[in-house]
């Protein structure tokens, strides 16, 4: 998956992670794969 804000490039992120939504301090919130196959809850930062 790709993540881009507007027309800036973020970065690209595994299949097994998804991003629900990005805030304006450029954090990403969203969802990751567990071992046992459930999403759970996930938060990344850009720099």
């Known amino acids: 998956m790709k993540v881009w804000r507007g027309t800036e490039f973020y ?3 595994p299949i097994n992670e998804r991003v ?11 969802q990751r794969k567990a071992a046992d196959g459930r999403w759970v809850s996930a938060t990344w ?3």
């Open 11 to 13: 970065g690209e992120l």
């Open 45 to 47: 930062t850009c720099e």
């Open 20 to 30: 629900l939504a990005v805030a304006e301090s450029n954090d990403l919130a969203g």
